[in-house]
């Protein structure tokens, strides 16, 4: 079956300190992974998509098929970085996203 | 654009009360999503539409849910009746297929549903 899993609910790094969000999946075809990130009183939006291979506030995601993950990384952690974070396999070419259960990640000062 | 529209934003309801919630896409989009979101359950899949008409509703919790979508640019989901455990924002979405861009989720703002 189709399932993407975060395995932490909370994340919690001091600012400058490296920050790794894991993402694993379980799928039978060939992955279309992304992250979407929520911030406090804002709307869900994409963060990246793997094919895009992209950096995005220098956060970057590779995939490891070998490995089924697809984690989320920063080298070094702004306080606006402090959202909730998902990661999310594409299902079908109809858009259907399988989003994980989400990460909190808190940056403290 | 405004982006997804989505209404009420907060919907304080008592238990057995029938609850709309309304969602505006992205003009020009073909594909429309309602999502729920629960601290227990994270974000979940309800139901999606493409052209107006509902490809997978297997998210739909029970009976008690129904959505529809009238014409490409307005869609409501409603509860009836409604139940405390019903309690969660309810997010709507909308993406534009194409050979460029295939995936890309635009989520309106959500309607925080409090039922009693």
């Known amino acids: 079956a189709q399932r993407v899993t975060q395995p932490e609910k909370l994340l919690s790094v001091f600012k400058g300190a490296p920050v790794e969000l894991k993402c694993n999946y379980s799928?039978?075809?060939?992955?279309?992974l992304f992250w979407y990130v929520q911030y406090s009183r804002q709307r869900l939006q994409l963060l990246l998509r793997h094919i895009s291979r992209e950096s995005i506030k220098g956060f970057t995601a590779d995939l490891n098929k070998g490995e089924t993950s697809f984690h989320l990384k920063k080298p070094f952690a702004q306080e606006e970085d402090s959202a909730m974070y998902y990661c999310a396999l594409l299902y079908n070419q109809g858009g259907k996203l399988i989003f994980g259960q989400g990460t909190e990640l808190s940056v403290k000062p | 654009d405004a982006g997804v529209i989505q209404s009420p934003r907060h919907e304080v309801t008592e238990m057995g009360q029938e609850v709309t919630l309304r969602c505006k896409p992205i003009s020009g989009h073909d594909y429309l999503f309602w999502y729920r979101q629960t601290m227990m359950r994270g974000l979940e899949l309800l139901i999606y539409?493409?052209?107006?008409?509902?490809?997978?509703d297997s998210g739909m919790p029970e009976d008690r849910f129904s959505a529809k979508m009238p014409n490409a640019s307005f869609s409501t989901l409603k509860i009836q009746p409604s139940e405390p455990r019903d309690s969660a924002v309810y997010f709507c979405a909308s993406s534009l297929v194409s050979l460029l861009n295939t995936d890309t989720q635009y989520f309106g703002p959500g309607t925080r549903l409090t039922v009693l």
């Open positions: 539409f493409n052209n107006n008409v509902p490809i997978d």
């Open positions: 799928y039978s075809g060939s992955p279309e």
